[in-house]
């Protein structure tokens, strides 16, 4: 967030990351998507729908996860290699 356009830029040139970075520089997003605590992470399908996934803290269904959570192990990675 507090970022410039510069250090994003260099953090992306030393990494290989399988998926796009969009910067939300207007608060299009932010607005769009209700965006109050960061973390937040939303999912979204390719055709611009919600996917629904199990919360790994909750257990209930939902599209957004506001909060830290470990998405490389445990219920979080279950989660999301349900949604593919």
């Known amino acids: ?12 040139a030393s990494r290989t990351l399988p998926f796009a970075v969009v910067v939300d520089s207007g608060s299009d997003a932010k607005s769009a998507f ?7 992470t ?3 399908a390719r055709d611009g729908r919600p996917v629904r996934v199990t919360d790994a803290k909750s257990g209930k269904p939902t599209n957004r ?6 998405w490389d192990r445990g219920a979080a990675l279950a989660a999301l290699e349900g949604a593919l």
């Open 42 to 44: 939303v999912l979204v």
């Open 65 to 70: 996860f506001e909060g830290a959570y470990e």
């Open 34 to 40: 209700a965006v109050t605590d960061l973390p937040t």
């Open 1 to 12: 967030i507090d970022d410039t356009d510069e250090a994003l830029r260099k953090m992306l």
